[in-house]
C-alpha cells in the first residue's frame, strides 16, 4: 500500500503515566531547572522546571529506543551528548546504534558515529571543551566484537579514536574524568556476555585503568596494593573533584566490596564490603564522588546510600522507586541532583531529602490485554513495577490486577472483575476485585528462586503464557515446560503434555558468572515460552518453546506433534504463535535469536497445521527482530507485526510488510491486540498506544489509489463508548474543498461539515476565553492529497452561541444522535460519495432501548432549541441597544434621548432575565446567579449525562424554564412593536434611520460548521 494511505491514521497515548526504568541522568550546573534523562525504551527526555514536567526530546531524531548515558558540557550546556543502548545487563535490554548529539540543548539532534558499540555505559565531556569527549563502551552483550573499550574525540564526534581496548570481549563500563586535570581519566572495564540462558559477569579482561596523558597511554591499576586478586566483574570508579588524589571505585569480586585510594590509584584500602552495596553486581555496582566533600560518597544498588565518613558507614537515603543505576550531583551545589533507577528519573534540592515525581508514560509492558468492560479497559504488566490496568479513554486512572511485574493477565471474560496474573517463579494469582479475594493458584507452588534450570521441576519463565481458551471460558492454561489446564479456576490443575522443549543439558546450568549468581527467572530457560489455543476449534493448541520448537495438538492436549520449521534456526526463541482466528489450520509464528547475536526477524506462517510453513518476512528490516504477530478478527490476512523498533502491517497474510509507525516513537511493541475496531499495543518503554477505529485498514487495497476519490464505509459507533463516528476517505489529490453531510434515515439533514486548505499567513485571533471553559475547537475537514479522516461527534448543530458567553455547568453543544442509520455523503474535486453509518446504542447497558434514547434525543433537542432561542434574543437585544446608541449620539432632540434611553433600560431587564450579563470570568457565576439559558443549558447536560430515558423531573423543569423564557420573548415582542414602533417614528422625525429588529446572522465562520 502507498504510505499515503496510512497518513489519515493516527496513534494515541492513554498512558500509564507511570514511569519504567532509567539508567541514564544529567544536568547542567549553570541551568539549576535543566535535566536530561534516558529511559531503557522511551528514549530521551528533558526538564526545564526541575523535573516537575518533562518532555521526549529523541523522538524526531533516535533511531533507538534505549539511553545508555546523557552528558551535558559544563562550559556550553546547549552541548549534550546522548549514549544508546543498555549496559544494565538485566534479561530485557535494548541495545543501541552510537552516539547522538545536540547542540541546541536538546532541541535537534545529529548522529555522530560508534554505531556498532551497541551498548554505551558513558560519556565524559571536558569541562572546558565540549569538542572534546570520550566514551566508555561495554559493546556488543550477546557476542564478541571489536567496537568497545573507551573511544576518544577531539572534533565533536565527527571523528573517533579507540583508546583503551583489552579484548572483543570486554568492553568500558565506568569512566571517571578528573575536572581539575581533564587529561586524567579512570576507566573499568567488564568481561561479561548474555545468552538466552545465561549471564556471565566476570572474566580475565576486566580490570581498572587510568590515563594522565588524555588517553594516550594507560596505567592497568588492577594489582595495585589493596585492591582484591582478580576475577573481577563490574567495576565503578569516582574521582573526587574536591581533591583528586582521592579516588572511590567498588568492584565486583570475590573479595570485593568499597575501595578507596588517596595517592591517585597507586595504593588502596577496603573500606566497606557490605553486602548491600555488592548484591546483584551486574545490576548496580556505581559509585559518584560528592564534588565538593572529598569523604563524601554515594553508592547506588537496590537503595541509594551516602557516606560522610569515606565509605565507612552508609545511610540509606529514601527515593521514589528502587534500583537505582544514575546519580548527577551539581557541581556547584552538591545539593542539587538526579537520580535515575527503575521508576524513571527524579530531582532533588535538598540532598535526597524530598524528590520530584515519576509521572511520565515510560512503562515497560511485556504484553497488552483488554478486558470486557465498556469502554474497554487495557492491561499490562508493568517491568519493574506491577500489573496495570487503565481505561482505553485514557483518562490516568490505573489500577493492578494481581500477579507482578512480568507476568500475563487473562481477565475473565464473562466477569469484569476476576482476573489471572502472574509473575516469575510460577506465580499465579486470582483477583477478584469485586469481593477483594486474592489467592494464590501456582501451578506447582515450589518457589524456584536461585536454582538453575536443571534444578526445577517446572521451570516457569519470566513471562509465561496464562491463557483463556477462547472457545471455553471456564477453561485456563498455563505452561512450565509442560501445558497445564484447569477448569475449576485453579483449585487443581491437569498436565496435557510432555515436555514441548529442546531441554538440552548445556542450557539448563548455572547462570551469573563466576562470582556471583544471578537467577531469578528470566534465566529460566527450555519452556514453552508462546501457547496459543484456536479461537476456531477448542481442541487445537499451538505451543512453541523459547529453544526453538513448535508443537500442535488436534485432539485437546492427548497428542502432540513437533511441526518446527524446517528453516528455523535452533534456539530461535518462539516469542509468540498466532492462532488464525478464521481458520483452525492457519498460524503465525514470531521468533528471535537476538540474544544470540543474530537480530534478524524470523516470522512464519502455516495454513495446513504445521506440515509446511512459508517464511514471511518481506519488506521487513534485517535487524529489526520480532516479537509479536496477530492476525485481524475481521479481515483474514491483515497482519500486524511487533518489532524492536515499531509495528508493521501486512495486507497479504505477510506476503510484503511495511510499517505502521506514523508517529509513534521508536520503542519495542511487545504486545498486540485487536478490540472491536481498535488496535492496542503494548510498548516496552512508552506504555500503552491505541490507533483508533482501523475499519479503514480491513477496506484498503491495492486499487484503492486509482479513484479519484475514495469513501469507506464507516465502522458502527457506539454512544457514549466511541470516540465519535470516523469518516475516512482518500483524495488522490489535494481539494480546494471538501463537504460532509450527515442525513438521518428519514432524509432529514442533520449537519453539513466543510473544509478547505488551511491558511497559512496570519496567527489566529485569541477569542479570550479560559482554557477549559469554551470547549474544544470545531472539527476540521481535512482537503490533503492522500488519506483523511474526520471524526462527526455524533451531535446535531449546536445553540447559538455569542461573544463573551459564559456559562456554569453548561454548553451550547448539539444533542447526541439516536440509535439508527445515517448516510454520509462527501463532496469533493467534483465528485460525490456516499456511505452509510451506523449509530447504535451501548448494549452493556441492558436496561435501556433504543425507544429511550429517542425520548432522550427528543428532549435535548427541545432544550438546545430554547439555549438558541435564548442566546438569539440576547442577541437581538443587544442588536437592538447597539443602534439605539448610535442613534442617540447623532442628535441632542430631548425626546428621542428619552425614549431611546427607556427602551434600552428595559431591553437590559429583559437580557438580564435570559443571561446574566455581568459574567465576565468563568467563576463569576458564584456571584452573580445564572439566568435562563444558562439553567436550560445545564438541563442538557443533566438528561445527557448518560445513556437512558429522561427522568420525570427534568421533564417538568424544562417545560417551566421554558415558560419562563417564553414570558421574557413575549415581554420582548411587546417592547418591539410598542416602545421600539414609537422610538422610530420619533427618528424618523428627526430624519434619522430606524432601529431595525431581528437576530444578527452568525459569522461565516460559524455558519461552515454545521
Known amino acids: 500500500m502507498e504510505p499515503a494511505l496510512l497518513a489519515g491514521l493516527r496513534w494515541r497515548s492513554i498512558g500509564p503515566a507511570r514511569g519504567g526504568r532509567s539508567q541514564a541522568v544529567a544536568g547542567s550546573a549553570s541551568r539549576p531547572l535543566e535535566y536530561y534523562f534516558g529511559a531503557t525504551g522511551g528514549g530521551l527526555w528533558k526538564t526545564t522546571d526541575g523535573g516537575v514536567t518533562w ?20 562550559s556550553n550546556p546547549d552541548v549534550v551528548y546522548a549514549g544508546t543502548g543498555e549496559t544494565e545487563l538485566r534479561g530485557n535490554i535494548i541495545q543501541g546504534d552510537g552516539v547522538y548529539k545536540s547542540t541546541d540543548a536538546g532541541k535537534t539532534w545529529t548522529h555522530v558515529g560508534l554505531d556498532k558499540t551497541k551498548a554505551i555505559a558513558r560519556i565524559r565531556v571536558h569541562p572546558a571543551n565540549p569538542d572534546i569527549v570520550y566514551v566508555a563502551a561495554l559493546g556488543n552483550p ?9 573511544f576518544k574525540s577531539t572534533d565533536g564526534g565527527k571523528t ?52 594522565v596523558d588524555g588517553g594516550k597511554t594507560w596505567t592497568d591499576l588492577t594489582k595495585n596494593s589493596g585492591l582484591p586478586p582478580r576475577i573481577w566483574g563490574k567495576i565503578g570508579v569516582s574521582v573526587s573533584a574536591a581533591d583528586p588524589n582521592r579516588v572511590y571505585a567498588i568492584i565486583e569480586a570475590a573479595s570485593g566490596g568499597m575501595f578507596l585510594s588517596d595517592d591517585g590509584g597507586t595504593t588502596w584500602k577496603m573500606t566497606n564490603d557490605d553486602r548491600r552495596i555488592r548484591q546483584r553486581a551486574f545490576y548496580y555496582t556505581r559509585i559518584y564522588a560528592d564534588p565538593q566533600v572529598k569523604d563524601t560518597v554515594y553508592v547506588l544498588n537496590t537503595g541509594m546510600y551516602r557516606s560522610t565518613d569515606a565509605g565507612r558507614t552508609l545511610r540509606a537515603i529514601r527515593v521514589p522507586h528502587g534500583d537505582n543505576h544514575d546519580l548527577w550531583i551539581a557541581s556547584n551545589d552538591p545539593t542539587r541532583m538526579i537520580n535515575g533507577n527503575d521508576g524513571g528519573a527524579n530531582v532533588s534540592t535538598n540532598a535526597g531529602e524530598t524528590w520530584t515525581d515519576q509521572d511520565f508514560p515510560t512503562a515497560q509492558f511485556y504484553n497488552v490485554i483488554a478486558t470486557a468492560h465498556v469502554p474497554y479497559h487495557v492491561c499490562g504488566a508493568q517491568q519493574d513495577n506491577s500489573t496495570a490496568c487503565v481505561s482505553s479513554v485514557g483518562d490516568g486512572r490505573l489500577y493492578d490486577v494481581g500477579g507482578g511485574e512480568s507476568g500475563y493477565i487473562a481477565p475473565d471474560p464473562e466477569d469484569t472483575d476476576v482476573f489471572y496474573a502472574g ?28 536454582f538453575s534450570s536443571g534444578d526445577i521441576t517446572e521451570r516457569f519463565q519470566w513471562t509465561y503464557p496464562i491463557v483463556i481458551a477462547p472457545t471455553d471460558p471456564n477453561t485456563l492454561y498455563v505452561t512450565s515446560q509442560h501445558v497445564w489446564k484447569t477448569t475449576n479456576e485453579g483449585q487443581s490443575w491437569e498436565r496435557i503434555s510432555p515436555d514441548l522443549s529442546r531441554h538440552d543439558p548445556s542450557t539448563l546450568g548455572p547462570s551469573g558468572g563466576p562470582i556471583t549468581l544471578d537467577q531469578t527467572g528470566v534465566e529460566t530457560y527450555a519452556v514453552i515460552f508462546a501457547l496459543a489455543p484456536s479461537p476456531v476449534d477448542g481442541t487445537v493448541i499451538w505451543a512453541g518453546s523459547d529453544d526453538g520448537y513448535v508443537h500442535v495438538t488436534r485432539d485437546g492436549g492427548k497428542s502432540w506433534q513437533k511441526v518446527t520449521p524446517p528453516d528455523l534456526p535452533d534456539f530461535t526463541r518462539i516469542s509468540l504463535i498466532e492462532a488464525s482466528p478464521h481458520d483452525a489450520g492457519t498460524a503465525y509464528l514470531a521468533g528471535n535469536r537476538y540474544q544470540l547475536s543474530d537480530r534478524g526477524p524470523y516470522v512464519y506462517r502455516t495454513n495446513d497445521y504445521g506440515r509446511t510453513w512459508t517464511k514471511i518476512v518481506g519488506g521487513l528490516a534485517g535487524d529489526d527482530f520480532a516479537r509479536v504477530i496477530r492476525e485481524d478478527k475481521k479481515r483474514k490476512g491483515l497482519l500486524f507485526l511487533g518489532t524492536e523498533t515499531g509495528i508493521h502491517v501486512s495486507f497479504d497474510a505477510g506476503g510484503t510488510w511495511q510499517s505502521l509507525r506514523l508517529e509513534l516513537p521508536v520503542t519495542p511493541v511487545h504486545g498486540i491486540e485487536i478490540k472491536g475496531n481498535d488496535l492496542l499495543i503494548a510498548t516496552h518503554g512508552r506504555s500503552f498506544y491505541v490507533m483508533d ?73 485569541d477569542e479570550g476565553g479560559e482554557e477549559g471553559f469554551r470547549g474544544a475547537p470545531p472539527a476540521r475537514v481535512p482537503v490533503k492529497q492522500g488519506m483523511n479522516r474526520f471524526t462527526w461527534d455524533m451531535r446535531y448543530p449546536g445553540a447559538r452561541d455569542f461573544p463573551g458567553l459564559i456559562m456554569w455547568a453548561g454548553s451550547t453543544r448539539g444533542p447526541m444522535a439516536p440509535p439508527g442509520r445515517y448516510t454520509v455523503t462527501l463532496t469533493a474535486n467534483g465528485m460525490t460519495k456516499t456511505a452509510d453509518v451506523q449509530i447504535r446504542r451501548n448494549e452493556a447497558v441492558r436496561t435501556v432501548t433504543d425507544a429511550d434514547l429517542q425520548e432522550q434525543f427528543k428532549l435535548a433537542k427541545q432544550i438546545n432549541d430554547k439555549v438558541t432561542l435564548a442566546n438569539e434574543s440576547v442577541l437581538r437585544i443587544r442588536s437592538l441597544k447597539d443602534q439605539i446608541a448610535d442613534r442617540l449620539g447623532k442628535t441632542p432632540d430631548a425626546k428621542i434621548k428619552a425614549a431611546g434611553e427607556a427602551l434600552t433600560e428595559k431591553l437590559t431587564g429583559v437580557e438580564g ?44 423543569v424544562f417545560k417551566d424554564l421554558s415558560e419562563r423564557l417564553d414570558k421574557q420573548i413575549a415581554q420582548l415582542e411587546a417592547l418591539v412593536k410598542t416602545d421600539l414602533a414609537a422610538l422610530n417614528k420619533l427618528l424618523a422625525g428627526g430624519k434619522l434611520d430606524p432601529v431595525k429588529d431581528g437576530v444578527p446572522p452568525p459569522p461565516a465562520e460559524t455558519a461552515s460548521r454545521f
Open 55 to 74: 518532555r521526549a526530546v529523541s523522538d524526531r531524531f533516535f533511531k533507538t529506543s534505549s539511553v545508555g548515558t546523557v552528558a551535558v558540557s559544563e
Open 142 to 150: 550477546y557476542g564478541p566484537n571489536p567496537d568497545r573499550g573507551v
Open 160 to 211: 573517533w579514536n579507540r583508546v583503551l581496548f583489552h579484548d572483543e570481549k570486554t568492553g568500558a563500563v565506568d569512566l571517571s574524568l578528573d575536572t581539575k586535570n581533564p587529561d586524567v581519566l579512570y576507566a573499568g572495564l567488564w568481561e561479561v556476555f548474555r545468552t538466552p540462558y545465561s549471564l556471565s559477569s566476570g572474566g580475565p579482561g576486566g580490570g581498572l585503568y587510568k590515563t
Open 423 to 450: 509473575s516469575y517463579g510460577g506465580l499465579l494469582t486470582r483477583v477478584n476485585r469485586r469481593t477483594g479475594e486474592v489467592r494464590a493458584i501456582n501451578v506447582w507452588p515450589d518457589n524456584p528462586m536461585g
Open 693 to 765: 477505529n482501523i475499519s479503514v485498514l480491513r477496506q484498503m487495497t491495492r486499487d484503492t489509489t486509482s479513484e479519484p476519490v475514495t469513501l469507506f464505509a464507516p465502522a458502527d459507533a457506539v454512544r457514549s463508548v466511541s470516540r465519535g463516528a470516523a469518516i475516512d476517505y482518500y483524495l488522490k489529490n489535494a481539494a480546494d474543498k471538501v463537504t460532509i453531510e450527515i442525513v438521518d434515515a428519514a432524509g432529514h439533514s442533520v449537519r453539513t461539515f466543510t473544509g478547505t486548505p488551511p491558511k497559512t499567513e496570519g496567527a489566529v485571533p
Open 913 to 956: 432575565e435570559v443571561y446574566q450579563y455581568r459574567n465576565r470570568s468563568s467563576q463569576d457565576p458564584l456571584n452573580f446567579p445564572i439566568r435562563l439559558n444558562n439553567k436550560l443549558a445545564a438541563l442538557q447536560g443533566i438528561v445527557e449525562s448518560g445513556d437512558g430515558k429522561p427522568t420525570d423531573q427534568a421533564s417538568t
